[in-house]
């Protein structure tokens, strides 16, 4: 028994995704250190982002050139996704000042490898503003494919009235980000 | 015999029971997917098929580049590291169903290339 996947052609991001992602990673990134979050919401053929995770803290390392996750935490953010229809659709990491925003060979073999699963790489340890300078992949055929800056333009649609809700996780559980 | 009347001591047995075995109803999550693993084990079956099955459903397999990639079954908030019990030695004798997650372990430091892992 093997399970089918609808492909995904599109991902709509509520704008507070991209805002509460930038205020989580800059601080680290401004200290030299790499951060990240997991982008979760419904996986359709249209996907929607509509919660952030921010792993932070026990069983998370944010070190110069390296950012892991451990198991321990993944478990935690799957007991808590699960219940509420969520899936994990996108991970966002930075790369520190002077590092290009393209993924490397840990970010990879690394990350989580799974069909139409985003991984994208913010610039300058968060600094990099915008979007469309950001290292957008998507993992097809065994392997994550840079999306090309068109690509971007007409498969990630940022949605400014999007409703969504932050979190952050470490190996002890999820918690609500409050304001 | 459905799996609600496994268990119960049948009548040729009398005075010398013995216990059929039970049915655990299994589910596993996978933080990515959105389908879940849903199926029916006897109790005696180990860990490590439960995983196995998981996986391909999931579609994941463990790997080996420079680093190894393992996927687990995760219990409770406990990682399982011995997939050779069985659900029933994991659970106890009376329970009907279990749930995991599946999640993901990558240790690094190896160098070898592009090798798929062994079944435990």
């Not at chain 2, 040729?12 to 997917?33: I, K, M, N, T, W």
């Not at chain 2, 579609?59 to 580049?65: I, S, Y």
Request: net charge negative; aromatic share 8%; glycine share 10%.
């Amino acid at each position: 028994m093997v399970a089918n996947y609808q492909a995904v052609e599109n991902w709509v991001l509520a704008e507070g995704i991209l805002r509460r992602t930038l205020d989580a990673v800059r601080p680290i990134g401004r200290s030299g250190r790499e951060a990240g979050a997991f982008w979760l919401g419904t996986r359709e053929s249209t996907a929607r982002i509509h919660a952030v995770i921010l792993p932070h803290g026990i069983g998370v390392e944010e070190h110069r050139g390296r950012w892991t996750v451990s198991p321990e935490v993944f478990g935690v953010v799957t007991r808590w996704a699960k219940p509420r229809n969520l899936c994990l659709l996108g991970v966002a990491h930075t790369h520190v000042r002077g590092v290009p925003p393209v993924l490397s060979w840990s970010d990879r073999n690394l990350g989580v490898r799974f069909p139409d699963m985003l991984a994208v790489i913010i610039g300058n340890g968060g600094d990099d503003s915008g979007h469309l300078d950001w290292g957008w992949h998507v993992f097809e055929d065994g392997d994550y494919r840079s999306l090309a800056h068109h690509e971007v333009r007409e498969r990630v649609r940022i949605d400014r009235e999007g409703q969504f809700e932050a979190w952050t996780a470490d190996a002890n559980g999820v918690q609500q980000v409050r304001g | 015999m459905d799996a609600t009347t496994q268990g119960e001591v049948t009548p040729q047995s009398a005075g010398h029971p013995v216990l059929a075995r039970e049915f655990v109803e299994v589910s596993v999550d996978y933080l990515p997917s959105p389908n879940q693993f849903r199926q029916s084990y006897k109790d005696e079956t180990l860990i490590e098929m439960v995983r196995t099955d998981a996986m391909t459903f999931f579609g994941v397999k463990d790997f080996q580049d420079r680093n190894i990639h393992k996927f687990f079954l995760e219990f409770e908030g406990r990682v399982l590291e011995n997939t050779s019990q069985s659900l029933e030695q994991l659970l106890g004798p009376h329970r009907r169903s279990a749930h995991f997650n599946l999640i993901e372990r990558v240790t690094q430091g190896c160098d070898s290339n592009g090798r798929e892992l062994p079944s435990c």
